[in-house]
């Protein structure tokens, strides 16, 4: 198989290129086989009256689906309400397989979710995360699963409500201060020289919001389309730093009774739609581009597990993206991804709406809060509700968040899971898009809108896309990931004029790793992908292998001790001056990276 090109490393311009064939290494028993397989497109559908309550007696005559507006047959229909079952042993979720040819679906008994808490204040004046205290302490079944992703940390699933419900009561002690630093920090017009990671030096207090998990770290996730953003991004940045310089001219003209230019009145006409000053587009801009990374990273951490997931966005804000493509873009990303996103907006919008006289702070609610409400925030508003409804999750603005939580609980509770096989059979690549309607007047049908139309692919694929997926997010991502500890040594064999070896040797911390003791055995595998440039930041050589761990028990007390160690050499075309190694834990799904500067 021929090499891609994952991506760039971003502050190295490095062009990682990876051998995905590797990946799957062993013996020709074990070797995937091809075959067809027929494409059931799953639907996992929730219908809801007029006041937010399940509608559970429907039939599947009562629906009929269409895609890209022509009819479908039904293939699957089966009605679930969840009840309360003992809490299984606390495992990871089920990582998504191949299911075995005109295989009928199965409909899950429990629900699962990712609760990210996005950049602002979330607490006030809708206490969001009281919201979610209360959510996963008081609606949860005792079989859900549920985690929490917070900046670039994340805990794993788990069903032990205590170690989740210790991390949100920690976010909320600290979260306002780390914000405050933030916002600090991406102040002012130095803002716009400044990218939008994380301050290394906050990491620290990021991580204590963590304290008694192991949490792990969150790359991330890749924007379809950040050039497109980016793009708007300059244009917005060259238009308010124009009208700056604008305002200072027409006070000097004014001050010297001097008429002012169509043209000048155009260009502040212009930069008045976006609403606020330089300095705070900088700010809102990062945050925003932070939050949504946030939400496409949170989207690959659920990616792969089996059946429906739901991540419930907390945002202070929202998002001001100037193009409702970008809106369709996350929610196509999210909907192949069979993911329903919830949105939860905590009010921090409130300093510029204005209460009528029907606001009852005894009710918990808030009424008629839009009037006055500036164009960009309505915007705002109608982008996160687009974003909800097309993936089959709800957004709650305006509200206190207890409530809004209340409604994603009673909406989970129960649904359908339907199935279709296209009419259309080919896999052409493209978005589908997916409607659903329902024989029952006056319900509000919640349902993911569309799926990308990829071919079927080999059974083992499934491991080999997340092992894929996890090396390239952690290959771009800047800073060093030590979920999977790990120490680094390099040197280099001079060989020919042309091409030399070089030489990575790792030790890592075997405690982290996955391993399986079977028959007395200590057993696992590691994927380990290292990435070479020179100094004008070219590639000049790659490796991609794959250890498998066989230990008995005296090895493993050893490297206990001493650490596992590994050796990798490569041949390179020319000289070495960055080296990135990432280390990738199937069995417990953690990554370890590395950046060095060799010379």
């Given at each position: 198989?021929?090499?891609?090109v994952?991506?760039?490393?971003?502050?190295?311009?490095?062009?990682?290129?990876?051998?995905?064939?590797l990946?799957?290494?062993?013996?020709p028993?074990?070797?995937?086989?091809?075959?067809?397989?027929?494409?059931?497109?799953?639907?996992?559908?929730?219908?809801?009256?007029?006041?937010?309550?399940?509608?559970?007696?429907?039939?599947?005559?009562?629906?009929?689906?269409?895609?890209?507006?022509?009819?479908?047959?039904?293939?699957?229909?089966?009605?679930?309400?969840?009840?309360?079952?003992?809490?299984?042993?606390?495992?990871?979720?089920?990582?998504?397989?191949?299911?075995?040819?005109?295989?009928?679906?199965?409909?899950?008994?429990r629900?699962?979710?990712?609760?990210?808490?996005?950049?602002?204040?979330?607490?006030y004046?809708?206490?969001?995360?009281?919201?979610?205290?209360?959510?996963?302490?008081?609606?949860?079944?005792?079989?859900?699963?549920?985690?929490?992703?917070?900046?670039?940390?994340?805990?794993?699933?788990t069903?032990?409500?205590?170690?989740?419900?210790?991390?949100?009561?920690?976010?909320?002690?600290?979260?306002?201060?780390?914000?405050?630093?933030?916002?600090?920090h991406?102040?002012?017009?130095?803002?716009?020289?400044?990218?939008?990671?994380?301050?290394?030096?906050?990491?620290?207090?990021?991580?204590?919001i963590?304290?008694?998990?192991?949490?792990r770290?969150?790359?991330?996730?890749?924007?379809?389309?950040?050039?497109?953003?980016?793009?708007?991004d300059?244009?917005?940045?060259?238009?308010?730093?124009?009208a700056?310089l604008?305002?200072?001219?027409?006070?000097?003209?004014?001050?010297?009774?001097?008429?002012?230019?169509?043209?000048?009145?155009?260009?502040?006409?212009?930069?008045?739609?976006?609403?606020?000053?330089?300095?705070?587009?900088?700010?809102?801009?990062?945050?925003?581009?932070?939050?949504?990374?946030?939400?496409?990273?949170?989207?690959?951490?659920?990616?792969?597990?089996e059946?429906?997931?739901?991540?419930?966005?907390?945002?202070?804000?929202?998002?001001?993206l100037?193009?409702?493509?970008?809106?369709?873009?996350?929610?196509?990303?999210?909907?192949?991804?069979?993911?329903?996103i919830?949105?939860?907006?905590?009010?921090?919008?409130?300093?510029?709406?204005?209460?009528?006289?029907?606001?009852?702070?005894?009710?918990?609610?808030?009424?008629?809060?839009?009037?006055?409400?500036?164009?960009?925030?309505?915007?705002?508003?109608?982008?996160?509700?687009?974003?909800?409804?097309l993936?089959?999750?709800?957004?709650?603005?305006?509200?206190?968040?207890?409530?809004?939580?209340?409604?994603?609980?009673?909406?989970?509770?129960?649904?359908?899971?339907?199935?279709?096989?296209?009419?259309?059979?080919?896999?052409?690549?493209?978005?589908?898009?997916?409607?659903?309607?329902?024989?029952?007047?006056?319900?509000?049908?919640?349902?993911?809108?569309?799926?990308?139309?990829?071919?079927?692919?080999?059974?083992?694929?499934?491991?080999?896309?997340?092992?894929?997926?996890?090396?390239?997010?952690a290959a771009?991502?800047?800073?060093?990931?030590?979920?999977?500890?790990?120490?680094?040594?390099?040197?280099?064999?001079?060989?020919?004029?042309?091409?030399?070896?070089?030489?990575?040797?790792?030790?890592?911390?075997i405690?982290?790793?996955?391993?399986?003791?079977?028959?007395?055995?200590?057993?696992?595998?590691?994927?380990?992908?290292?990435?070479?440039?020179?100094?004008?930041?070219?590639?000049?050589?790659?490796?991609?292998?794959?250890?498998?761990?066989?230990?008995?028990?005296?090895?493993?007390?050893?490297?206990?001790?001493?650490?596992?160690?590994?050796?990798?050499?490569?041949?390179?075309?020319?000289?070495?001056?960055?080296?990135?190694?990432?280390?990738?834990?199937?069995?417990?799904?953690?990554v370890?990276?590395?950046?060095?500067?060799?010379?």
């Open positions: 198989m021929s090499s891609r994952i991506a760039g490393i971003l502050g190295l311009g490095l062009t990682i290129v990876a051998r995905p064939a990946i799957a290494q062993g013996s028993q074990n070797q995937p086989t091809f075959r067809t397989v027929t494409s059931l497109v799953p639907l996992d559908v929730r219908v809801l009256d007029r006041n937010g309550k399940p509608i559970t007696d429907l039939k599947a005559t009562d629906f009929t689906i269409l895609e890209d507006n022509v009819p479908q047959k039904l293939g699957h229909f089966s009605a679930t309400t969840l009840s309360t079952t003992p809490a299984p042993p606390d495992a990871p979720p089920i990582r998504r397989a191949m299911p075995a040819e005109n295989a009928p679906l199965a409909p899950q008994t629900r699962l979710f990712l609760i990210a808490l996005g950049r602002g204040r979330l607490q004046p809708s206490g969001g995360v009281d919201g979610a205290i209360a959510f996963v302490r008081d609606r949860l079944l005792p079989q859900d699963q549920v985690a929490v992703a917070a900046y670039n940390r994340a805990t794993d699933f069903a032990d409500r205590g170690k989740i419900l210790e991390v949100l009561e920690q976010f909320k002690a600290r979260h306002e201060l780390i914000e405050a630093k933030l916002r600090q991406f102040s002012g017009f130095s803002a716009a020289y400044k990218t939008g990671d994380l301050p290394t030096t906050m990491q620290s207090e990021i991580d204590a963590f304290t008694g998990v192991e949490p770290t969150l790359p991330p996730g890749r924007i379809p389309d950040a050039s497109t953003l980016k793009y708007d300059r244009v917005a940045t060259d238009t308010l730093q124009r700056e604008l305002r200072e001219r027409i006070d000097t003209a004014t001050a010297l009774g001097q008429p002012i230019s169509e043209f000048d009145k155009v260009a502040l006409a212009e930069a008045e739609r976006f609403g606020s000053s330089l300095e705070e587009y900088f700010a809102s801009n990062r945050q925003t581009m932070m939050d949504l990374g946030r939400l496409y990273a949170g989207i690959d951490y659920l990616r792969y597990i059946g429906e997931k739901h991540l419930v966005f907390v945002t202070e804000k929202g998002f001001q100037p193009r409702a493509e970008s809106d369709m873009s996350l929610a196509a990303t999210a909907n192949h991804a069979r993911v329903a919830d949105i939860i907006q905590t009010g921090g919008l409130a300093s510029t709406m204005k209460l009528s006289s029907k606001y009852d702070p005894g009710s918990m609610s808030i009424i008629d809060i839009t009037k006055g409400e500036p164009l960009q925030q309505r915007i705002v508003v109608s982008s996160l509700r687009q974003i909800a409804d993936t089959g999750g709800q957004a709650s603005v305006y509200e206190y968040a207890d409530k809004a939580f209340d409604r994603v609980a009673t909406a989970t509770s129960s649904g359908y899971l339907l199935g279709y096989y296209p009419t259309n059979p080919s896999f052409d690549g493209r978005y589908r898009r997916v409607t659903v309607k329902v024989n029952r007047p006056g319900a509000r049908v919640l349902y993911r809108h569309g799926y990308f139309a990829e071919p079927p692919r080999e059974p083992i694929n499934h491991r080999r896309a997340l092992t894929y997926n996890r090396v390239a997010s771009n991502y800047t800073q060093d990931i030590n979920d999977l500890p790990l120490k680094l040594a390099t040197s280099e064999v001079k060989g020919s004029s042309r091409f030399a070896d070089f030489v990575v040797n790792l030790t890592l911390d405690s982290k790793i996955g391993l399986v003791l079977d028959d007395g055995r200590h057993r696992g595998g590691l994927d380990i992908a290292v990435f070479c440039q020179n100094a004008d930041g070219d590639a000049v050589g790659d490796l991609w292998q794959k250890m498998d761990l066989n230990l008995s028990e005296p090895t493993y007390q050893r490297m206990l001790q001493e650490g596992l160690t590994y050796s990798g050499r490569i041949t390179v075309k020319g000289l070495v001056k960055h080296v990135k190694v990432v280390v990738y834990d199937y069995a417990s799904d953690r370890g990276s590395m950046t060095r500067q060799v010379r």
